[in-house]
């Protein structure tokens, strides 16, 4: 069954100059419940548009996107929102007060609300650091309290915008791992996006390629029937990395030659 | 080199006292010593570069405001300026706030309200004296207009950019979290905006003092303005370096203790992140 489903969705941006830009165009897409959904793509190809769409914040300028039988059309909290950089987070608050910032603006009992939020802060593996600032924890954990506070709220969905892209390797690896468990254990419908084929590859049920913007849309679907832990080193991951990647080169390059 | 066992033991045998006396000195040493400076840089100045009697050294300036604390003068003049500028910052400050704070947020309002904030802001409150003296008269009323007039546009300002830096991915998440446009004002829009008011407060702080003085020096009964007038007319030049004195420390303590305020009640309201 699917949970969203976006049915030809165009966007066009005006410039200040007043000139028109075509992002994406006859994108068309489904998620189904409970599924990790990545959307790949070049960068400038429109992935963060369908994600803000999809959330919310930005109306298309044709077509639809229905969430659970429903046309999208302001932001709401089924859908839940890990932005790239550290800015969404709440400087003034701290980690667990970030965390349990949407149960507070339910009304949720103090007792009740530091309860759960601790729960989250744990399985985001931030146990111990509740009390510190967002500016007192490093980049990895200040996503973890961003992933905390999406996953307290207790959304339909999740939408990922590329939130392990500002991180160092080794902490992006471990941070994927750990994503890779929370939605083992929790089967939250997630949108993920990146331009990194090898994160989509680790995380992805489907992959959604993009083509090269302006005019983006799905160039094709690829199903990764990979289960629990993958290993980047197995044969059957190096031969979807190779599909995709041989999916997207073209796209890449098409990037490329357009800025150039 | 020390083994750690003789560091240890050097340590015990200074002692804590030791240690918060280096405390102590790293925090406040160089403030101490460049007062000390200051004053021995004056004192030699006035008596060998200048030595004239309209620049009388700093020992002869603390001994008459020894003599005008004792009679309470000094406290009189002091208390008067202060008064003032402490009814006019906040009242100021309390009407800026929710002014910068709709300008900010609403367009409209921001439209409708600039043409007079950036109209007036550029009449320098020194300016709007004469008609604070005619409207007012010369008592309390004129003064508290003054620092009012100075206060509030620095504080709007500053409040409205506030409100007009705040990262959109702070509004989102609060969006996408379930927050209703008012939950989103008190709870995202207002703390974020903080540190900015603050700055403004700061500013319109130091601003103040210039005021009060210009408004005191051309009309007033009390005030460290109206001592410094006073000592022209009567050719006190040791009371107008009292005064001046009492102006430079007055302004440093007050806005010591505003960053202090700010540290200790609002630390965590910094601008990172």
């Known amino acids: ?260 | 080199m020390p083994t750690p066992d003789t560091a240890t033991h050097r340590s015990a045998l200074i002692g804590v006292p030791g240690r918060a006396a280096r405390r102590l000195w790293s925090a406040y040493g160089g403030y101490a010593l460049g007062f000390v400076s200051l004053f021995l840089i004056w004192q030699w100045a006035s008596l060998y570069l200048v030595s004239s009697v309209l620049f009388p050294p700093p020992t002869i300036v603390f001994r008459k405001a020894l003599v005008l604390v004792r009679n309470g003068v000094l406290l009189e003049h002091l208390s008067a300026s202060l008064q003032r500028i402490l009814a006019g910052f906040i009242a100021g400050s309390l009407l800026g706030v929710p002014i910068g704070l709709a300008m900010g947020s609403f367009r409209p309002v921001r439209k409708l309200l600039e043409p007079y904030t950036e109209f007036l802001r550029f009449i320098p409150s020194v300016a709007m004296i004469t008609v604070a003296v005619i409207w007012f008269g010369i008592g309390e009323a004129s003064k508290i207009f003054l620092i009012i007039y100075t206060t509030i546009f620095i504080v709007i300002l500053n409040t409205a950019a506030g409100v007009s830096a705040i990262a959109p991915n702070k509004i989102r998440a609060a969006q996408s979290l379930g927050a209703t446009r008012t939950q989103i004002f008190f709870h995202v829009a207002l703390p974020a905006t903080v540190p900015y008011i603050l700055t403004g407060m700061r500013l319109a702080m130091a601003n103040s003092f210039t005021t009060i003085v210009a408004a005191e020096l051309i009309a007033a009964n009390d005030g460290l303005g109206k001592m410094l007038w006073d000592g022209r007319l009567f050719m006190l030049v040791d009371e107008i370096f009292v005064s001046l004195v009492t102006l430079g420390l007055l302004g440093f303590v007050t806005d010591r203790m505003f960053r202090w305020s700010i540290y200790t009640f609002a630390g965590k309201y910094s601008p990172a992140t």
């Open chain 1, 1 to 260: 069954m699917s949970l969203v489903s976006f049915d030809d969705v165009g966007k066009t941006y005006r410039s200040l100059q007043g000139v028109d830009y075509q992002a994406v165009e006859h994108f068309s897409a489904e998620i189904e419940v409970g599924e990790f959904f990545c959307l790949l793509g070049p960068s400038g190809c429109g992935k963060t548009t369908v994600l803000k769409m999809l959330a919310g914040f930005e109306a298309p300028t044709s077509g639809q996107i229905l969430m659970g039988g429903r046309p999208v059309t302001g932001a709401g909290r089924d859908r839940a929102v890990v932005f790239q950089g550290d800015d969404s987070l709440y400087g003034w608050l701290t980690a667990i007060e970030n965390v349990e910032f949407g149960l507070r603006l339910r009304h949720v009992g103090k007792a009740e609300r530091r309860q759960r939020a601790m729960h989250y802060l744990k399985l985001v593996g931030l146990g111990g650091q509740e009390q510190k600032y967002p500016a007192e924890l490093s980049g990895g954990m200040k996503q973890r309290i961003q992933i905390a506070r999406v996953l307290a709220n207790e959304p339909q969905m999740l939408l990922m915008d590329e939130p392990f892209a500002a991180l160092d390797a080794q902490t992006r690896s471990l941070m994927q791992l750990e994503l890779a468990n929370i939605w083992q254990a929790t089967r939250t419908t997630v949108l993920f996006i990146t331009h990194d084929i090898d994160e989509a590859v680790t995380l992805g049920k489907r992959i959604g390629v993009m083509e090269a913007g302006p005019r983006s849309r799905v160039k094709g679907v690829v199903e990764v029937a990979l289960d629990g832990a993958r290993r980047r080193t197995d044969d059957a991951f190096l031969r979807y990395y190779k599909q995709v990647y041989e999916m997207i080169r073209d796209e890449v390059a098409k990037s490329i030659a357009r800025a150039d």
